[in-house]
């Protein structure tokens, strides 16, 4: 088992080396799940490094630029054990868009930790749900399943015992049931639901554009637009989901 991991502290990079010195420094070529393989330079290119920037020293990087950098020397070792801790943290939209296309071709495992939520729901096939008390279950799905499961097991415990197994639970929506909330919390779910949608749906038009966008200055601003549209789309998500435990 080859480990690569990728954290959140980053590594040290020596500022006086070349971006493709500090890839070759690893390897030279990095081979692919489906029998080909990529060079050092075709890899910076395809994470957006443009042949043009690759002589340029490690110094001249920006925060950003040296974080992706980091990432590459993590993938340029070819690990088939993948560890991604928080990778959506510190990376810019088009980044995690390669990223995510590089992954679902990677023929190892991969283990992702991260409060992205639609990241983990392209990605993942299983998820890791920690009960309390040292509990760890493994569930066979992605984020937005399991929750889906979860409101499936809550809706079958409100039937009589005798009824559970035989009668098919009523799908409910998660507004409907507001015990234990404020009026005023009442009004706040029933709004961020709304919200919600609405961001999701800006979500998809976003990346409708960027998909189709190829003018740099107009790719880096439906990129901050869309970046700006998650961070607020999360934020919802978790008092939404604040609120929906108040509920239990």
Same mark, same amino acid.
Request: glycine fraction near 4%; include cysteine.
């Given at each position: 088992?080859?480990?690569?991991?990728?954290?959140? %502290?980053?590594?040290?990079?020596?500022?006086?080396?070349?971006?493709?010195?500090?890839?070759?420094?690893?390897?030279?070529?990095?081979?692919? %799940?489906?029998?080909?393989?990529?060079?050092?330079?075709?890899?910076?290119?395809?994470?957006?490094?443009?042949?043009?920037?690759?002589?340029?020293?490690?110094?001249?990087?920006?925060?950003?630029?040296?974080?992706?950098?980091?990432?590459?020397?993590? &993938?340029?070792?070819?690990?088939?054990?993948?560890?991604?801790?928080?990778?959506?943290?510190?990376?810019?939209?088009?980044?995690?868009?390669?990223?995510?296309?590089?992954?679902?071709?990677?023929?190892?495992?991969?283990?992702?930790?991260?409060?992205?939520?639609?990241?983990?729901?392209?990605?993942?096939?299983?998820?890791?749900?920690?009960?309390?008390?040292?509990?760890?279950?493994?569930?066979?799905?992605?984020?937005?399943?399991?929750?889906?499961?979860?409101?499936?097991?809550?809706?079958?415990?409100?039937?009589?015992?005798?009824?559970?197994?035989?009668?098919?639970?009523?799908?409910?929506?998660? %507004?409907?049931?507001?015990?234990?909330?404020?009026?005023?919390?009442?009004?706040?779910?029933?709004?961020?639901?709304?919200?919600?949608?609405?961001?999701?749906?800006?979500?998809?038009?976003?990346?409708?554009?960027?998909?189709?966008?190829?003018?740099?200055? %107009? &790719?880096?601003?439906?990129?901050?637009?869309?970046?700006?549209?998650?961070?607020?789309?999360?934020?919802?998500?978790?008092?939404?989901?604040?609120?929906?435990?108040?509920?239990?």
């Amino acid at each position: 088992v080859v480990f690569g991991y990728y954290s959140q %502290a980053g590594i040290k990079v020596s500022e006086d080396k070349r971006v493709i010195e500090v890839v070759r420094d690893i390897a030279d070529f990095i081979p692919l %799940a489906n029998g080909t393989q990529l060079s050092a330079s075709q890899l910076l290119t395809r994470f957006n490094f443009p042949p043009d920037m690759q002589y340029n020293y490690v110094s001249k990087l920006s925060g950003g630029e040296k974080r992706r950098l980091y990432l590459l020397t993590v &993938l340029q070792k070819n690990p088939n054990f993948l560890i991604l801790d928080e990778p959506t943290n510190d990376l810019d939209i088009v980044t995690l868009q390669v990223l995510e296309e590089f992954l679902s071709e990677f023929g190892g495992c991969v283990l992702i930790v991260s409060h992205d939520r639609y990241f983990i729901d392209k990605l993942v096939d299983h998820v890791f749900v920690f009960e309390g008390n040292g509990v760890i279950k493994d569930y066979p799905g992605n984020y937005t399943e399991y929750r889906e499961w979860k409101q499936e097991q809550k809706e079958e415990s409100k039937l009589p015992k005798n009824e559970a197994v035989t009668v098919k639970p009523v799908e409910v929506k998660p %507004a409907a049931d507001t015990k234990r909330l404020s009026y005023k919390e009442q009004r706040e779910l029933e709004l961020i639901e709304k919200e919600i949608g609405q961001l999701e749906q800006k979500k998809i038009q976003l990346e409708k554009v960027l998909g189709t966008t190829t003018e740099y200055e %107009a &790719l880096q601003k439906v990129s901050n637009d869309l970046k700006l549209n998650n961070e607020v789309l999360e934020e919802k998500t978790m008092r939404w989901l604040e609120l929906q435990e108040k509920m239990a």
